[in-house]
């Protein structure tokens, strides 16, 4: 796997875009952001009910975001209540916390959700890691994805966090094939965010190992696959910068709907 610069924005040059060379020959487009901590702060945002994140970023004045952590999409029901409700459909899978309180989301089955991985925000200092290296009620920010894509400047391999083994909360084995994704890196005090292409003739998009060999290219020390597919989100100056696209490679102008966000916003 080879990356290729091919853009760099001169109206932003923290934002860039490459061509990433995979093995079979094939390729795909990395849009990539970096922001440096001692001039942006991380939030976690809960958009209202499912938003587009292009359309919430332009409703709230915000420049810069990524996509954020996964969500339910169809009827399932709470403890003690009838199946048909759909009452949890668009609610946040995996632990959420803002200013330190807990938002209503689903989390995950056990014995998952102690060890799939986090980005935990407060003020300035931003970490990624599995959940339970963390403090049990953080201060700041909270929101849980994964898998851990990259942990001490090494790509993480195996799935020790479940993903293929407690799959039944997904339409899908999100580890599985190559799909557009999105993912966050951290290395000292700068944040890398990051939204591949895919889904189409040219763009083969990556698969999870893929994934984590470029965020470890890029300088990640660690890094955590986002929600992706049909949801990747990168927005920059306002703009989202990916191109969405559907399972079967319908384009969705302007991005799908999603639950939550990841805000650069400046200090």
């Known amino acids: 796997m080879r990356l290729r610069e091919s853009v760099r924005d001169p109206r932003s040059p923290s934002t860039r875009t490459l061509r990433v060379l995979l093995a079979d020959g094939r390729g795909t487009t990395v849009h990539v952001a970096e922001h440096d901590l001692r001039d942006v702060r991380l939030h976690v945002r809960r958009l209202p009910g499912l938003t587009p994140l ?62 799939r991985a986090c980005v935990h925000a407060d003020g300035g200092a931003v970490r990624i890691g599995r959940r339970h290296d963390l403090p049990d009620a953080p201060a700041g920010d909270l929101l849980q994805a994964g898998p851990l894509l990259v942990r001490d400047g090494v790509p993480v391999s195996g799935d020790d966090e479940g993903f293929s083994a407690g799959s039944s909360q997904f339409d899908s084995d999100i580890t599985a094939g190559r799909h557009p994704r999105a993912a966050l890196g951290v290395d000292g005090d700068r944040l890398i965010a990051v939204a591949c292409d895919g889904r189409d003739d040219d763009e083969a998009g990556l698969d999870v190992g893929e994934l984590a060999r470029v965020m470890a290219e890029l300088g990640a020390r660690e890094a955590l696959n986002l929600d992706g597919g049909g949801s990747t989100a990168l927005v920059v100056g306002g703009r989202l910068r990916n191109v969405a696209r559907e399972a079967h490679g319908v384009p969705l102008p302007g991005g799908r709907a999603i639950a939550t966000a990841l805000e650069f916003r400046p200090a």
Not at 69 to 88: H, K, N, Q
């Open 54 to 115: 292009e359309a919430w970023c332009r409703t709230h004045d915000v420049a810069e975001a990524l996509v954020g952590g996964f969500y339910l999409r169809g009827s399932f029901p709470e403890e003690g209540r009838a199946a048909a409700t759909g009452v949890l459909d668009g609610l946040p899978l995996g632990e959420l916390r803002i200013d330190g309180a807990p938002v209503r989301s689903v989390p995950f089955l056990d014995p998952w959700g102690a060890r």
